[in-house]
């Protein structure tokens, strides 16, 4: 067991008590103590590591509910461990990670294949997500009660939609059950079918082929129909144009149990800044128009979003570095995701509470996990935060072992300095 922790001066963001003050954190035997203003005059347990953290941000550790790893069958690509370790240098203290690996993560003895993998070798938490079909193939359900019971967080066909609407119903009937969260991403395997980024002038000027909003739009909103059908509970897990914000919020308006989320890289790029065909930006959802990020960041910031994801998805470099067309989607983000969330707050677009919500209290909150709150009692993973810290994001400081950042020579400011899961600190600058 680690030792006690005093982190003194400290502003305390927490927005499981919408609390923002500067104070103090008492952490022992990996719990938290105290932590406020009243935790000044507690004293310290005895042999407490004591900083004095004078203009440093305390949060809730932060949640990562969308993280792509290679393993089992990809180790080449991400295993469990070096994603945990590019998580904690990213303020990241939780991950639930896709099922889509090799084999798939569709029955029990996978599930307990991460869970006792992450024990052996993460330096974060661990969580695992499991298929909602098997093989990903959108036909025949998985156990979800089972799988639940075995530690399963949640339940996704990764980067594949379930096509089949009475599928999709037994599933959403069956999972409501248990209380499960159904986590889908949208993409209509038609319309999008050839596109490689947003469909619109630029794709053109490209002669690139484009994927167009209602790829995304058309099954959401018949998800969405379904999820009001089985009154499931319904994630949409990363969305980007305003028009599914739009739609989300009319069927909570009806009632349905719905939530969203959004890769920061939504939030912080858009579709100029593939430039001359730069693979690293060749993302899904793909980049939208600069008006269309504005927008997103606005629904975000009035909580119209529910969470903020890395969407980290590692690719090696013979996926990447092909032509546009050919090349695969995704980028790594869990050491990028504080940082780029951060200029939205230095931009005065979004408060840094409502951030912290997005990246921590919310997706936990979600989730059902033990995180996402200083409240005493809970598990004592801390993000400390220098908000004005500048760095530059060069390939060779990653601990991924993709290095497919789209925020290769990023200028930022502000970044986790350290990151504590559970008492123990496991990474700091």
């Known amino acids: 067991m680690s030792n006690p922790i005093v982190l003194k001066n400290v502003r305390i963001v927490d927005p499981s008590r919408n609390l923002d003050e500067v104070g103090t954190i008492i952490t022992k035997n990996g719990v938290i103590l105290a932590a406020g203003s009243a935790a000044q005059n507690q004293g310290t347990p005895d042999g407490a590591v004591v900083r004095d953290c004078t203009g440093l ?14 393993e089992p069958g990809g180790e080449h ?13 990213g303020g990241v203290t939780s991950i639930i990670i896709m099922p889509d690996t090799d084999p798939v993560i569709d029955d029990i003895a996978l599930v307990e294949f991460v869970k006792k993998t992450a024990r052996d070798t993460a330096a974060v938490k661990v969580y695992p997500a499991a298929a909602i079909t ?6 025949e359900m998985t156990e ?9 967080v949640a339940f996704t066909d990764a980067h594949s939609s379930v096509h089949d609407t009475q599928v999709l119903r037994r599933i959403m009937t069956y999972a409501r059950e248990f209380g499960a969260v159904v986590c889908c991403e949208t993409r209509d395997k038609y319309l999008g079918a050839n596109g490689v980024m947003h469909e619109g002038l630029f794709a053109s000027w490209l002669g690139l082929s484009g994927i167009p909003r209602e790829a995304e739009l058309i099954p959401l909103e018949r998800d ?3 999820a009001e059908l089985t009154r499931g509970r319904y994630h949409a897990a990363m969305i980007s144009v305003p028009q599914s914000v739009e739609a989300i919020e009319l069927a909570r308006s009806r009632g349905a149990k719905v939530t969203s989320g959004i890769s920061i890289n939504n939030l912080a790029l858009n579709e100029n800044d593939i430039g001359e065909y730069r693979t690293f930006f060749k993302l899904y959802p793909p980049l ?60 005065g677009q979004v408060s840094l ?11 936990a909150e979600i989730f059902g996990l033990d995180a996402g709150t200083l409240k005493p009692g809970a598990a004592a993973d801390i993000t400390l935060i220098d908000l004005d810290e500048p760095w530059l994001v060069a390939k060779d400081m990653l601990l991924s072992r993709s290095k497919n950042t789209p925020f290769e020579d990023a200028r930022f400011s502000g970044r986790a300095v350290a990151t504590y899961v559970s008492g123990k600190l496991v990474h700091a600058v």
């Open 57 to 70: 941000v305390a949060t809730p550790g932060l949640v990562d509910a969308r993280v792509h790893i290679g």
């Open 288 to 347: 939208r128009p600069e008006d269309d990020r504005v927008a997103m960041v606005d629904a975000l910031a009035r909580g119209a979003i529910d969470i903020i994801v890395s969407s980290h998805d590692p690719q090696d470099v013979d996926t990447k570095r092909l032509p546009f067309g050919e090349a695969a989607d995704g980028a790594v983000g869990l050491e990028t995701m504080l940082a780029a969330a951060l200029r939205l707050h230095h931009g």
């Open 353 to 363: 509470m409502r951030l912290i919500d997005a990246m921590s209290t919310r997706p």
């Open 224 to 226: 969405l129909r379904i």
């Open 134 to 139: 098997k093989h990903l193939a959108g036909e």
């Open 77 to 89: 690509r991400e295993t469990i461990a070096s994603a945990s370790r590019a998580a904690a240098a």
């Open 144 to 152: 979800i009660g089972l799988l639940m019971q075995a530690g399963a």
